[in-house]
């Protein structure tokens, strides 16, 4: 079974604790014993039971003196596994999306439908850098829908605002659902909610699941990223890693941006030699005659891939980008140019003129690099068109081209 | 050969150091000693505490033939000895 | 416990041992002799097509079981695996928490000193602790381990920290994402060899490995790896069974009270 991470955005005290906790429960992914205990600290805080207590968040793991805790549940559903994590504040939750693991395709949303919070910068923020990091579909649990008397009308308004920043943002039509919930009373969370008759579609679980499973789609073509060299006795093997299509032994390939034809010798994989190695895999190859070094691509040789040293991307931005950075993509490392022409306006999701992209923004700008890469967008090849900046070694911001 | 073993054991008792655990090594594989049992007596807490703490050792019928210490001593610092009780099995389990 | 693809996270953890060799001038791993660094070994052994390309230091405070000490002679030398140990000392007076009362940790530095090592491979996994805090398979040694994104190495789309990053060494967590059942896994299909203290004699087994004075049995009559795995399917204590009770409870109040509820 794959444990698919599920990203969950939304501004603080929108409910994503309580959300994970009463999922633990409607999917019977905790322990009795967990969930005993939970009642038992409501029960000794003279409150009603509140699910959020049931994360294991209140382990705290102590590195170096300091607190950390960030949660993580594990929730299974239908033949699927599902990781929620969760991050106790705004910037905490920005820092885990741009320095951590890589997620998946697909987010959770939470927007509180209780008067004075609705959509807030924080929830629009949150699906800026959702659709710069590659989510492409975002399921959107309008929740505490219970506080505002399971009103449509309020469902309604916060669907509408949602869905125009989506737009304006990039999202495609479509890839954006929405259901009212109640976490706290688990309305529309596994099952359809009584209280929520008005509500015809799907509960929230069963959007996950069909968000998780989605297809990819894109180009097939082969994409071999070189990463190095390792040695077999008295044999020099590249290594590489297979982002894309496939890879067979025998196979003429076009190594870029060298520009040169080379034909794949002998193939391993995870120790053996094989006939054929597809995306996902870590390969060990030889190839006569080419030199490749770490950041060449692999293609295939009827493929026409694009070179250069100039680019449009869209940024975001840790602090301050400035004009001088260096780059990374792909494994290699590159002195660039930032010269920004756009930033994203937070109110309506659009591109305004800009010349620089405030602390925790996103802008477009157009970027020149000290030498030659292979030129792909985000859009076409995700794995490909990603890059990190740093100013002077320290983290500055990410990129996606196109 | 269990008295070979038993002078070796007591010499280990009054001069804890390498050379005595290298003969009880040697002698180890031919005893008929085949389970250990590690017990520290009073926990581990402090240095002193590895003088109150021994390893019983066992013949291939779960007997008692013999406890020897858990540490060598080197000067004033212990270090573990369990290494020299290498192809025993454990008994920890079986409490 | 969930069972996850070892298929893909193979992939994922031969990825990071290959990048970790890539960037690093002098890597070392660390090699306990349990089940989680073993499979680790075995992974990399695979990415290197045969040869660990790496040292393995194994930190011994003395206290180890025999069994353990066999495992690790026998299969450093069926492997032909470059093992270092490091020695630690009993020291003379013992404060709470530290393990068997010998500072490993001052051993480890020794012997990352005296070779030089900027790379330490360290087979932890993030279902071990309940929550393993932040998902980092590169971490900086001599940073301090706040809490602000803007200093943390952004770990994101394959790219990992190297030694620019930092001045002193890098832990790398090759299999952070792995569940203890997806390493029984493993181990069964790639017939990785077992330290047979994880198999039941008299009703009893050990599930994870340190040293004789902190390692706790557990109930259990699996004589298998397949054994094992069945009995985690159904289990509901934590691997690390034997923790005291008392410290999580006290957690869960101080986080109550930073929350504001108390």
């Given at each position: 079974m794959d444990i698919k991470r599920v990203t969950l955005l939304g501004n603080k005290d929108h409910g994503k604790s309580t959300l994970i906790g009463s999922l633990l429960i409607a999917t019977k992914s905790a322990t009795k014993q967990r969930i005993d205990e939970a009642k038992k600290v409501s029960m000794k805080l003279g409150r009603d039971f509140e699910p959020g207590f049931i994360l294991d968040s209140f382990e705290e793991e102590r590195e170096g003196g300091l607190t950390i805790d960030t949660t993580r549940a594990q929730i299974t559903y239908r033949d699927a596994a599902f990781e929620f994590i969760d991050v106790p504040g705004h910037e905490e939750l920005i820092g885990n999306m741009i320095s951590g693991a890589s997620y998946g395709d697909f987010a959770v949303l939470m927007v509180s439908a209780k008067g004075g919070e609705g959509v807030t910068e924080q929830t629009r923020r949150h699906l800026v850098l959702a659709k710069l990091l590659g989510i492409r579909r975002v399921v959107v649990a309008v929740n505490k829908m219970d506080m505002v008397a399971y009103k449509k009308e309020r469902f309604e308004a916060i669907v509408e605002s949602v869905q125009e920043f989506c737009m304006n943002v990039g999202f495609e039509p479509g890839s954006v659902v929405f259901v009212p919930v109640s976490a706290y009373n688990a309305d529309n969370l596994v099952k359809r909610s009584m209280h929520i008759r008005w509500y015809r579609g799907k509960p929230l679980m069963e959007l996950i699941y069909e968000a998780a499973s989605a297809r990819k789609k894109g180009n097939r073509g082969l994409r071999l990223l070189f990463q190095g060299t390792i040695k077999s006795g008295r044999k020099t093997l590249y290594t590489g890693k297979i982002v894309n299509g496939r890879l067979r032994r025998g196979q003429r390939i076009l190594v870029m941006p060298l520009g040169k034809n080379a034909v794949v010798s002998s193939l391993y994989v995870k120790g053996k030699e094989i006939g054929s190695a597809s995306e996902g895999n870590n390969v060990a190859l030889e190839m006569p005659g080419t030199h490749a070094t770490r950041g060449c691509i692999g293609f295939e040789p009827e493929s026409n891939p694009r070179c250069g040293t100039v680019f449009e991307a869209m940024v975001f931005s840790v602090g301050r980008i400035p004009k001088k950075v260096q780059l990374r993509m792909n494994g290699s490392e590159f002195m660039a140019d930032v010269s920004v022409f756009g930033e994203i306006d937070l109110k309506s999701g659009k591109i305004k003129e800009a010349n620089s992209i405030k602390p925790l923004g996103t802008g477009k700008a157009k970027i020149r690099l000290s030498r030659s890469v292979v030129i792909e967008s985000a859009a076409e090849c995700p794995e490909m068109g990603r890059f990190l900046l740093y100013d002077s070694g320290k983290f500055a911001g990410i990129g996606v081209i196109g | 050969m269990v008295k070979e073993i038993d002078r070796i054991v007591d010499s280990l008792w009054s001069v804890n150091d390498a050379g005595n655990w290298d003969r009880l090594r040697k002698k180890l594989d031919s005893s008929g000693i085949r389970y250990y049992r590690v017990v520290f007596e009073h926990g581990l807490r402090k240095a002193d505490d590895m003088n109150k703490s021994y390893v019983e050792l066992y013949d291939s019928k779960k007997k008692l033939v013999s406890k020897v210490p858990v540490a060598v001593r080197d000067g004033k610092k212990f270090e573990g000895a369990l290494i020299y009780l290498k192809g025993l099995s454990n008994m920890n389990k079986v409490d | 416990m969930i069972m996850q693809n070892i298929s893909e996270l193979e992939e994922k953890s031969a990825y990071i041992i290959r990048e970790t060799k890539e960037k690093f001038e002098n890597v070392a791993a660390l090699w306990s002799g349990g089940k989680d660094s073993t499979a680790m070994i075995m992974i990399a052994r695979r990415a290197f097509l045969g040869k660990v390309p790496f040292p393995v230091i194994h930190i011994d405070n003395g206290i180890d079981f025999p069994e353990t000490y066999k495992f690790r002679d026998d299969l450093a030398k069926k492997w032909n695996l470059n093992l270092i140990v490091a020695k630690s000392r009993i020291k003379p007076e013992l404060s709470g928490f530290s393990c068997c009362g010998s500072n490993k940790t001052d051993a480890l530095k020794e012997v990352m000193k005296e070779h030089g090592f900027d790379a330490l491979i360290v087979s932890i996994r993030r279902d071990e602790h309940g929550i393993r805090a932040k998902e980092r398979y590169f971490s900086p040694r001599d940073?301090?381990?706040?809490?602000?994104y803007k200093d943390q190495p952004a770990e994101l789309w394959n790219n990992y920290s190297s030694k620019?990053?930092?001045?002193g060494h890098v832990r790398v967590h090759p299999i952070l994402d792995w569940n203890e059942i997806d390493i029984w896994q493993y181990t069964l299909k790639m017939k990785v060899p077992v330290n047979p203290l994880y198999y039941s004699s008299n009703g009893y087994r050990y599930r994870s490995l340190g040293c004789t004075h902190c390692t706790v049995p557990v109930k259990s009559n699996a004589r298998s790896v397949k054994q094992i795995m069945d009995e985690l399917k159904v289990t509901e204590t934590e691997e690390r069974a034997g923790r005291e009770q008392d410290k999580e409870k006290a957690y869960v109040m101080e986080k109550l009270r930073a929350l504001g509820y108390m």
């Open positions: - | - | 940073t301090e381990f706040k809490w602000n620019m990053d930092t001045k």
